[in-house]
């Protein structure tokens, strides 16, 4: 892999920039593969990647079938964060924000990866119980947090409109969220997998699975039929469809979250700041962009699109807590399917199909959870067996009513 750093800029700068390699090659798929990968998002990817690098699997393969990053995982607020409520989740994202924080390192890729902590805002006395609660379980799991007051609060972020219809009377920061950038996550994680000869094939839609007594053999592309007797499905969105013609139901309802951007501004926002209560999020890209998110629609859907309902609740939502940023022009609006369910925690590990695996369920907060998602994919497919982080994330848990409603105990899904 052609290294990136100050010294190869300057010397491919010297030299027109032609001779740059491509970040990863584009192959014919293989007949057989000993791994294959159905999704090339970021845990698509970085499944692949820990499997190459951690297990010296090579033969991987990752279907793609439109481009990678054209899913979820280019389309996120790019939010990363570990302050959650129940120990098991907190142990999973906190991993992954470690993970998170030598990624650059690991990959050779910049993933901008930028903590400038996370306010979550208070707007009543009940609110600010809730939130002490949740601090305190947050430090419990070992896991920075602090409460703030509604002058620190101010003083960290000075736009923000304290005493609004939903006045601010308090919150707390975890310091080491922040954001990082989505798509170098991607592209680090795909020519980091692609280095290590992991075949990334774009434009390949499964379409089917070939299965024989209860196992999977291979599956059915748009290009050709491949064999694997080890395949992970890891299609976000889509794995309702997917899983099903596994033979497979799946507790997951699919709906579109949107999110926008503004025009571009100075740096006046070093925070990423979220109010459970009006339902916004803020916070502002490297570009200068006020980046907004909100809630998911309130009805199915596969499309990306998202309506105008939400899209005008989001803003309003955002401009009662900034009302500077009313004065400012939305330059784009999108949306991805997400794959929500029931208790709002990932579903990952094995399937009643043998060699048949699974990554799905993590609705409007999987961005986050890449590196650890990889991490812990790669390991169960490996070995067979959950990995020990993930123990409790497995199909099983609906069944025996295990549930793990972090959306409930925290009051936020992203
Ligand atoms: C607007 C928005 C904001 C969000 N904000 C945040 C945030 O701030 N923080 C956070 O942590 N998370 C956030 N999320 C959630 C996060 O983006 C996702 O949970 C995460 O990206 C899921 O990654 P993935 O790799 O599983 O899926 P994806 O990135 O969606 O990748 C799945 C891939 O599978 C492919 N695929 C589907 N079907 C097939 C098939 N049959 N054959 C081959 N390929 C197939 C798709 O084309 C897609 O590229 C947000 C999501 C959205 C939409």
């Not at 750093?5 to 192959?27: G, Y």
């Not at 079938?65 to 995982?73: F, Q, V």
């Not at 795909?190 to 053999?217: K, P, T």
């Not at 794959?339 to 990554?359: A, K, N, R």
Request: aromatic letters at 8%; a positive charge.
């Amino acid at each position: 892999m052609q290294r990136y750093s100050l010294v190869n800029v300057i010397r491919h700068a010297l030299r027109s920039n032609t001779r740059w390699q491509p970040a990863w090659r584009d192959p014919q798929p293989q007949r057989a593969y000993d791994v294959i990968v159905i999704g090339g998002g970021g845990h698509g990817l970085a499944t692949a990647y820990y499997l190459a690098r951690k297990h010296g699997l090579r033969r991987v393969a990752v279907l793609e079938k439109g481009w990678i990053g054209g899913g979820n995982s280019g389309r996120n607020t790019q939010v990363t964060r570990s302050n959650y409520f129940y120990p098991v989740s907190s142990a999973f994202f906190d991993h992954s924000l470690r993970l998170y924080e030598g990624l650059s390192r690991e990959l050779n890729f910049n993933v901008m990866l930028s903590q400038r902590g996370l306010i979550s805002l208070a707007h009543s006395e009940h609110e600010l119980e809730t939130n002490r609660r949740w601090a305190n379980a947050i430090r419990m799991n070992n896991v920075d947090s602090q409460m703030l007051t509604p002058a620190e609060i101010k003083k960290l972020v000075p736009l923000l409109n304290l005493h609004s219809r939903f006045p601010v009377v308090g919150g707390f920061i975890q310091r080491r969220a922040g954001i990082s950038r989505h798509d170098a996550v991607v592209w680090g994680y795909a020519r980091a997998a692609n280095a290590l000869g992991v075949d990334i094939i774009q434009g390949c839609e499964v379409v089917g699975f070939d299965l024989a007594g209860g196992r999977v053999n291979g599956v059915q592309t748009s290009r050709g039929n491949i064999a694997s007797d080890r395949v992970v499905m890891s299609v976000a969105g889509h794995s309702s469809v997917l899983a099903k013609l596994a033979g497979l139901r799946l507790p997951i309802t699919t709906m579109a979250l949107q999110a926008m951007v503004t025009e571009p501004l100075k740096p006046v926002l070093n925070a990423v700041v979220i109010s459970a209560s009006v339902h916004a999020y803020v916070s502002q890209s490297d570009r200068g962009e006020i980046v907004l998110g909100g809630g998911a629609d309130a009805y199915n859907s596969y499309a990306q699109r998202g309506g105008l309902p939400l899209t005008r609740s989001t803003v309003a939502a955002a401009i009662e807590l900034f009302p500077t940023f009313s004065r400012l022009r939305l330059m784009r609006q999108w949306a991805g399917a997400v794959d929500v369910t029931p208790d709002t925690t990932p579903i990952m590990g094995l399937t009643p199909v043998h060699g048949l695996y699974i990554s799905c369920g993590w609705g409007t907060g999987g961005y986050k959870a890449i590196p650890a998602g990889g991490d812990t994919m790669a390991d169960t497919v490996a070995n067979n067996r959950p990995h020990p982080l993930i123990s409790r994330f497995g199909l099983d848990r609906f069944p025996k009513g295990a549930l793990i409603d972090e959306g409930a105990a925290s009051g936020v899904a992203h």
